[in-house]
């Protein structure tokens, strides 16, 4: 028989010991198991809510000026400064307008504005969005903006070129190169676009120079989306906007509201690799004392397969492979444990971790930001990758509880082993 045959018959020959060691080793591998999960359900929510919530800063009218009336529209002037901060790549700004269809009777807008557009939906109103990236989606409340006939406009040209959604030049009958009417001005269709919502299909976009002219409102931005080169630069970059604009705008940054409830999760990714760490090393020097103790019960085995021919290379193997099979026993349970565990543990970590707290109050009051509501809501899942690291630990700890007694394997003499008993 093999050296790695016998081992794992050894493991057996004992059935109370093998039941003992076995549920010992799960229990305490169960805890890891349940660690891994946990750091890498909590890792994951946490790269997933920072990717959704993405590098850009807003930046809008303060709610209120003087007054208690509704806060003004920002300047071209006075966002101008924030394109010379460090960490900024590029800045959208964006003015917001609508007109009536002609021959509307319906309640539309607080307007006199006209457009010879009908809307595609019921909509009182076609809507306008001058840009200076009029390819971004942002600018249409859409998630894409694909072009499928035509270019794309310049948002810093006054050109009197538009683009329009496929819908409404389905509805109106337009193509590239078709004209209408809006605010009493001819305008060109530039482009014809997708976008996957009705916002962006009842939509005209245009330049910013462009809409501010026709709107009377030249020079003026309703909303500005800025984007920062890295996420690193985020938090430092939408400081130095909030200090350049002072009162005239209120800046609005995601990231920044996320950054307690962040470091709150941080906190359970820590406690979750120290409690690994922690049942690590106490199923290795269990298993340790275990083949400690059955290296001394079989020294007089040992003496006699050393001294018909055995080499210290056979009867080493022999044994490591009865810490793997001990081992991979209790990893199995520490599965099973984990597996059951796993979510509430995880959940328990993270309601205690003052992370539920930090997302519940952050965006307009009372009203948790979007991409905050769902960061504590974590789904503790079993993956490859938490399989893999488990069996990774299985392997430390059969390894290093193997090294100790292969060395006393080695010390053994054959003669002194047969005469001691």
């Known amino acids: 028989m093999t050296a790695a045959g016998r081992g794992i018959r050894n493991a057996f020959r004992s059935a109370v010991r093998t039941v003992s060691v076995v549920v010992i080793l799960g229990l305490v591998i169960g805890l890891s198991f349940v660690m891994l999960i946990a750091n890498h359900s909590v890792t994951g929510k946490v790269a997933t809510t920072l990717s959704s919530i993405g590098n850009t800063v807003a930046i809008g009218p303060p709610p209120f000026s003087a007054g208690g009336q509704p806060g003004k529209n920002l300047t071209t002037a006075e966002l101008a400064p924030i394109a010379h901060l460090h960490g900024v790549t590029s800045i959208d700004e964006k003015l917001a307008g609508a007109a009536k269809p002609r021959g509307s009777t319906q309640n539309g807008p607080s307007t006199s504005a006209r457009t010879s557009l009908r809307p595609v939906s019921f909509s009182p109103a076609v809507y306008f969005s001058g840009s200076?990236?009029?390819?971004?989606?942002?600018?249409?409340?859409?998630?894409?903006?694909?072009?499928?006939?035509?270019?794309?406009?310049?948002?810093?040209?006054?050109?009197?070129?538009?683009?329009?959604?496929?819908?409404?030049?389905?509805?109106?009958?337009?193509?590239?190169?078709?004209?209408?009417?809006?605010?009493?001005?001819?305008?060109?269709?530039?482009?014809?676009?997708?976008?996957d919502n009705q916002s962006g299909n009842d939509t005209v976009i245009t330049s910013l120079p462009l809409l501010g002219h026709l709107t009377g409102q030249t020079g003026q931005v309703s909303t500005a989306v800025v984007t920062v080169a890295s996420l690193t630069e985020l938090a430092a970059t939408t400081s130095a906007i909030e200090r350049a604009l002072g009162p005239v705008a209120s800046v609005t940054s995601n990231l920044a509201d996320a950054s307690q409830a962040?470091?709150?999760?941080?906190?359970?990714?820590?406690?979750?690799?120290?409690?690994?760490?922690?049942?690590?090393?106490?199923?290795v020097v269990i298993l340790f004392l275990v083949m400690v103790m059955i290296v001394r019960e079989r020294k007089r085995e040992i003496g006699i397969l050393k001294a018909i021919g055995a080499s210290n290379g056979r009867i080493m193997a022999q044994f490591t492979t009865e810490a793997a099979t001990f081992t991979l026993l209790g990893l199995v349970v520490g599965a099973v444990v984990g597996t059951a565990a796993g979510s509430a543990v995880t959940s328990a970590l993270v309601s205690h971790s003052g992370a539920s707290s930090a997302t519940g109050g952050v965006g307009l009051p009372g009203a948790p930001s979007p991409f905050l509501s769902h960061l504590t809501n974590i789904n503790a899942q079993v993956g490859w990758e938490v399989i893999l690291d488990a069996l990774a630990a299985a392997v430390v700890i059969a390894v290093l509880a193997s090294v100790a007694t292969t060395w006393m394997v080695g010390r053994i003499q054959p003669a002194e082993a047969l005469r001691s008993e």
């Open 132 to 195: 200076t990236q009029p390819t971004s989606p942002v600018n249409i409340g859409a998630s894409t903006l694909r072009i499928v006939n035509g270019y794309a406009i310049s948002g810093t040209s006054p050109a009197d070129v538009a683009m329009v959604s496929t819908s409404m030049a389905r509805e109106n009958g337009l193509k590239v190169g078709s004209a209408f009417t809006a605010y009493g001005q001819m305008l060109t269709v530039a482009a014809i676009f997708d976008s």
């Open 262 to 283: 962040i470091g709150d999760l941080d906190s359970v990714t820590g406690i979750a690799l120290y409690s690994l760490a922690g049942a690590t090393g106490a199923a």
